[in-house]
Each structure stands twice: as C-alpha cells, then as structure tokens.
C-alpha cells in the first residue's frame, strides 16, 4: 500500500482544516450547535462517504479516515466532533451499507442534507458491554414490530431525529435473537427521558431513549431480522475506527502546542525543552502519533478492499484512546498551572479523552475481544 496522499487527499484536507478552524471556532465550545452542524452539512462533511447520488460525497474510507484527522486537529470541541461521527459511523453508515433500497431511498439523502440527525441506541442500564442483557424487545405483530423498553446513555438523543434501535426479538424456533430497527423520533410511543450530564464532551448531548409500545414498520428492519448482532458489531467497528482518527488529530495538535510552550517557557535561563524530563514526554507523543497513523492506514485501507477489520478496529481503539488519555496528562503537565487552569483548555480536553476508554466498547472489552481473535494459548 501506499502511504503518500494524492494531491486530491491532500487539498481536501487543507480544505477542512481551514473549515474547521473558520466555522467551527463561532460556538459557545460545549453547547451543541445546528448552525455549526448546517455548516458542515453545506461543506460536505456530513455526507463524505456517501455515494453521490444521495448528496454526498462518494469518499472512499481512507479519505475519509484522513479529513476526520483534519477535523480532530483543527476543532478543538471534541463533543461537537463527537456528535458528526455518532451520526455518521453507527446510523447514516449503516443505512449506506447496510440498509434496504427502499431505507436508503426514504432516509439517505435526508441525513447527508441535514433533514435528519441520527443516534445509535444500544446500551440498556443493566447491559453495557454484555448486550445480551438488554432488556428492550420487539414482538411481532402482522408487518410490524411493537418495540417495549429504554435504551440508556444514547449520544445525540436530544437531537436526535432519527434511531437505529437495537432489540431482542424471537426467532420462530423461539430463540432469542436480536435485530435492528430504523425508528423516527415521530413514530408514536417514542419518547426522550432523563438527560445525562457528563463530565465531557458536552456538545454532544446524551439522554434515555424510551419506547412504549412503538410501532416500527418491517421495512425499517436494517439487514435482516434476527441480525442485531451482525448490524451491532459492524457499526461499532467503524465507530471504532472513524471516531477515533479523529483523536489522533487532537493528539497532533496537543503535541504541536507542547512543542511551542517547551520553546518559550524558560526555567533557570533556559527552555524547558532542554530538560530531558519535558523533552522525552514529547518523544512519547509523536511516537503515538505514529503508530496510530500507521493503524488507521492499515485499517482504512483493509476497509476499502472489503477485508474483516474487526479485530484491527478493537486493537486501533484500544491504543488511541489509551494514547489519547496519556497525551492530554502529559499535555498538562508541561504546561504545569497553565495546564491546569481552566483558561487554557487543556483540562476540558482531558476530560473529553477519557470517554474515549469507555464508549465504543471499554478498553476491558477491547482487551477480552483481542484475547478471543488471537492465537494466545
């Protein structure tokens, strides 16, 4: 594979870096914006890898892993980021890859367009990493399923227009299964509870997603019935991956502020770059950087040839977002009290990295997944 970015790679993301750093600096930094999201929808972000006959803007996978980089180190609002690729990776990408024609035809385009935001809702209170746990069903009644139950910590709830909703189902051998469904926030008996606040990534707002008695119908199955779990799993690979390139982003953009107080902060006549101590913590972070690019192009490419990247997307996660959290520690420890001051933001962006450990799968999980892919025993 080749590592050297076409001119055409490489315009784009001049492109958004400059986006990002014009449009998406004007909001109040953790309040969720739909003026910021139209923008991005009229610049293309939203819609870049879908083909263009739904508005977007036919990207392959490794472009796209390259402008979400771009993103990550020119928008230092990880939560505003964080709500694009929600809706991008674990709801407009399942619809893209995985839908029916007539999903596509119904949905597609409004997504890309910004008629629709979308959310993936998984987790149960009682079921985390252990979906087999959940609680939320779907009974079958004619050409339609009635789906019962409350989906808990759903990113992009609130504004939310639109919901790939995972539940348990019976197949007719009466085994329990699950499948997804493609639910409206309009469809009757859908409703958004509690609102969570968190510790960050505050633009990208979280609630509870209930459902009484929501009717939802058959064509809005995405893939198959019975299915969930296939469906589940490739949208949390690609959440694992896409979402993540853009930390590597922010991981650049913290280093190359590191790299510049280290030059102009001096103690005892000198710059603190001199010191072995400041000077190794920023060795460690180019280092991630690499390694991670290295991955994402690995995967990204694998992605594009329609090769299994499940294992690589739990192994890419695992380290970024270790990488992430230990980057933005050692961010603040050479800026010292600066770092620690809310002034320079460097603290928001520690406290947005760490759910980077915990969505997605937690970084036990990822470790239980790599443990069962690889030939250890």
């Not at 339609?144 to 990113?155: A, C, R, T």
């Not at 603290?347 to 030939?375: C, H, K, M, P, V």
Request: some cysteine; glycine content about 6%.
């Amino acid at each position: 594979m080749d590592f050297e970015l076409t001119k055409e790679q490489k315009d784009l993301k001049k492109e958004v870096i400059k986006f990002a750093k014009n449009e998406l600096c004007d909001g109040e930094h953790g309040v969720f914006s739909k003026e910021l999201w139209q923008k991005c929808v009229d610049f293309g972000l939203i819609g870049m890898n879908v083909p263009e006959e739904y508005g977007g803007m036919g990207l392959d996978y490794q472009t796209s892993a390259i402008l979400l980089q771009a993103l990550g180190y020119a928008c230092e609002d990880s939560g505003f980021i964080f709500a694009i690729t929600n809706h991008l990776w674990v709801c407009q990408n399942l619809v893209n890859e995985m839908g029916s024609q007539a999903l596509k035809d119904k949905y597609l385009r409004g997504m890309v367009e910004g008629e629709y935001i979308g959310c993936f809702a998984i987790t149960e209170v009682e079921s985390g990493s252990d979906v087999f746990q959940m609680q939320t069903k779907a009974t079958k009644d004619c050409d339609e399923y009635i789906l019962n139950g409350n989906k808990m910590f759903i990113s992009n709830a609130p504004i939310a227009d639109v919901f790939v909703v995972v539940a348990k189902t019976e197949n007719e051998e009466g085994k329990e299964t699950l499948t997804a469904f493609f639910v409206e926030k309009d469809f009757p008996g859908v409703s958004i509870g509690k609102k969570i606040s968190k510790m960050g990534l505050e633009a990208c707002p979280m609630a509870e997603l209930c459902l009484n008695n929501c009717r939802v119908p058959k064509e809005n199955i995405i893939y198959k019935e019975h299915k969930g779990m296939k469906v589940a799993n490739y949208a949390l690979q690609m959440e694992r991956v896409f979402e993540f390139a853009s930390h590597i982003g922010a991981m650049e953009r913290q280093m190359e502020k590191c790299i510049k107080y280290a030059n102009e902060r001096k103690q005892f006549d000198k710059p603190i770059k001199e010191y072995q101590s400041i000077s190794n913590k920023i060795v460690d972070m180019k280092v991630k950087i690499e390694l991670a690019q290295l991955l994402l192009f690995k995967i990204a490419w694998k992605a594009d040839h329609k090769k299994n990247i499940f294992l690589d997307s739990s192994i890419f996660k695992l380290f970024v977002s270790e990488s992430y959290v230990a980057t933005c520690l050692d961010t603040i420890q050479i800026h010292g009290a600066y770092g620690y001051s809310k002034e320079y933001g460097l603290e928001s962006e520690l406290r947005d990295s760490i759910a980077s450990t915990i969505y997605s799968g937690t970084s036990e999980t990822q470790r239980n997944i790599i443990f069962s892919l690889i030939d250890i025993i």
